[in-house]
């Protein structure tokens, strides 16, 4: 059994990088349905430094309550210690991959030596990796998962009321990915080529050779040339930026087309309709089984998840400083164990 106090990140007020402190905290305890996670690796997403802020971007009305001080985190890759009476997937010894509670609750305690996970978020680790691969695995592949390939539920995006529903991915389909580089768009490039698509990468210059390497089949610096400038008659657009200017995308769609906005910004109904194309999203959510398949593809060799940098635990604020600066390449994980 694991000691009673344990090292984590925690946050006692909402600012900058400068609010994670290093603190001992107690162990928690898993409740009916949940294990207790040794946690190796946890990685770090957008929502955790959204929320590290106070998510002052977010309307009020979609904005969730926190209690602080709260230990940040939804990614994590590590070993059942323990688990509940009632399950019976998972055991002592396992190793695991989690998004937790996602978007439940908005961070889960990834950021520490333990934590408690819902059995039904959790899926085996994949094996050909090691632990610090494994936790930028989660948040970033459901989400190119649930935007490209099944989205798997049926709650209402937050910032629509449109259904996501994917598009069709086969040799016909042209596929442009902007942010490519990044956490989401490095994986939904992969499913998409995993398809037979052809895909677009777009990016800055650095990330040229790793695009593709992955299997980009053009790539497009923004830095020189302006995608939406460049491009025409794509069938989708997965804009993992996102945002105010993903509207810019709609002129690269020819009629029937698809733009999927990851971080969704303005758009005009009427002039979606008058172009002839569909723009949605959906928001991310925990799902075991999903991550089961994409752990399966990473086993397989067609997944390949990339490290832009990793730093201890005790190290989070420069981990978090590092996102800060942009042109992520892959993944920041945090090694805890």
């Known amino acids: 059994m694991p000691r009673s106090t344990m090292n984590a990140i925690r946050l006692h007020d909402f600012g900058g990088p400068e609010v994670l402190r290093h603190e001992r905290v107690p162990v928690p305890e898993p409740a009916p349905g949940e294990v ?4 190796h690796a946890a990685g770090l997403n ?13 309307p009020a009305e979609f904005r969730p309550p926190f209690d602080l001080p709260l230990i940040p985190g939804t990614d994590i890759s590590g070993v059942v210690e323990a688990a509940a009476a009632d399950v019976h997937d998972f055991a002592p010894g396992d190793e695991v991959i989690g998004m937790l509670r996602f978007p439940v609750l908005m961070q889960s305690g990834g950021y520490a030596e333990y934590v408690t996970a819902p059995a039904s978020d959790l899926a ?6 090691d632990h610090a691969h494994a936790a ?8 190119a998962w649930q935007y490209l390939i099944e989205v798997g539920h049926d709650h209402p995006s937050p910032f629509q009321d449109a259904e996501h529903r994917p598009v069709r991915l086969a040799s016909d389909t042209t596929v442009l990915v902007n942010g490519a580089g990044g956490g989401v768009g490095h994986l939904a490039l992969q499913l998409a080529k995993g398809k037979n698509a052809r895909v677009i ?17 053009e790539f497009i610096d923004y830095t020189k040339q302006r995608p939406e400038e460049a491009v025409r008659d794509v069938d989708l657009v997965l804009d993992a930026v996102g945002g105010p200017t993903s509207r810019r995308f709609l002129r690269t769609l020819k009629r029937g087309g698809a733009l999927f906005p990851v971080y969704f910004g303005e758009f005009d109904d009427e002039e979606n309709a008058k172009l002839g194309v569909t723009v949605t999203g959906t928001q ?4 075991g089984t ?3 398949e994409l752990s399966r593809l990473v086993d397989a060799g067609a997944l390949r998840v990339a490290i832009d940098s990793a730093y201890p635990l005790a190290d989070a604020q420069a981990a978090h400083e590092r996102a800060a600066q942009g042109h992520i390449q892959g993944k920041i994980v945090l090694t805890v164990a």
């Not at 990468?201 to 089949?217: I, K, M, Q």
Request: hydrophobic share 45%; glycine share 10%.
């Open 284 to 287: 991310v959510r925990a799902n």
């Open 46 to 58: 957008p929502p955790d430094w959204y929320v590290r802020d106070g998510m002052p971007g977010i």
């Open 124 to 129: 085996p680790k994949p094996a050909s990796v």
């Open 36 to 39: 207790l996670v040794r946690v």
């Open 201 to 217: 990468a777009v990016a800055s210059g650095a990330h040229e050779t790793f695009l593709r390497d992955l299997g980009a089949d």
């Open 290 to 292: 999903q991550l089961a």
């Open 136 to 143: 930028g695995l989660p948040m970033s592949g459901l989400t």
